[in-house]
């Protein structure tokens, strides 16, 4: 990996990349538990959404890339998912007057995880073309098995700008990239890109035009 700021933790080192991870992985299961709550799931109903949120995106991004799961080599992500859920059922009556958490959660998550994959894609050794669709997979997918899951019209293929946002966060990474910013600051601009179009979409309605046949044009 060429982002080489690292971090001393428990005796170990963590890249900011790695933090990235983490709080991606944790905010994306917080989001598929709050929504499985909502159709009154049972604890391990709600774990395994949010689970299959977290890493759902993830794993089809190594399977397309023939590199190992990450989540079999690192029991974090399980954990975190673990985590995610005690912290629901622990909050979960403040959970329910706080109307905007799952979109919070589920946008913090996407912008995370779009950088996360771009990264690994590059670092893979691809152009960033193909990181910006691996990107886009790994913050949007998962909320497609998740949508899945709990019975619901995946978000990416409503109205709403979704995986678009990840699309833009990846033109931004490779802007920087072609300027020679900061890996850091590269990092924060991606996800911050993601998040402030998937806000700002939201907050002022705007949206993909809706493919519909002729006859209901008339």
């Known amino acids: 990996m060429d982002f080489i700021s690292e971090i001393a933790i428990w005796g170990g080192r963590i890249t900011f990349i790695d933090i990235i991870d983490f709080i991606g992985t944790f905010a994306f299961a ?14 391990f109903g709600a774990y395994v959404v949010g ?11 190594d399977i397309m890339l023939d590199v190992p799961l990450f989540w079999m080599h690192d029991p974090f992500y399980l954990i975190c998912t673990g985590l995610a859920l005690l912290w629901v059922i622990i909050l979960r009556k403040h959970l329910i007057k706080m109307h905007n958490t799952f979109f919070f ?3 913090v998550g996407l912008a995370l995880f779009t950088v996360v994959g771009i990264q690994k ?11 910006i669709i691996m990107g886009s997979m790994t913050g949007a997918a998962g909320g497609v098995i998740r949508d899945v899951l709990i019975n619901e019209v995946p ?7 979704y995986a678009m946002a990840c699309i833009i966060g990846g033109l931004i990474f490779g802007l920087c990239k072609i300027i020679n ?22 907050k002022y309605h705007i949206c993909l035009p809706t493919l519909r046949p002729e006859d209901d044009e008339n």
């Open 30 to 43: 917080i989001s598929g538990i709050r929504l499985a709550s909502a159709k009154q799931f049972d604890w």
């Open 181 to 202: 910013v900061d890996p850091m600051l590269t990092h924060l601009a991606c996800g911050a890109g993601v998040f402030i179009t998937r806000v700002v979409a939201v």
């Open 51 to 61: 689970a299959a949120t977290a890493i759902g995106g993830g794993t089809i991004r």
């Open 121 to 131: 894609t590059i670092d893979c050794g691809l152009p960033l073309w193909v990181g």
């Open 155 to 161: 978000l990416i293929f409503r109205k709403e700008i």
């Open 105 to 107: 959660f589920d946008a």
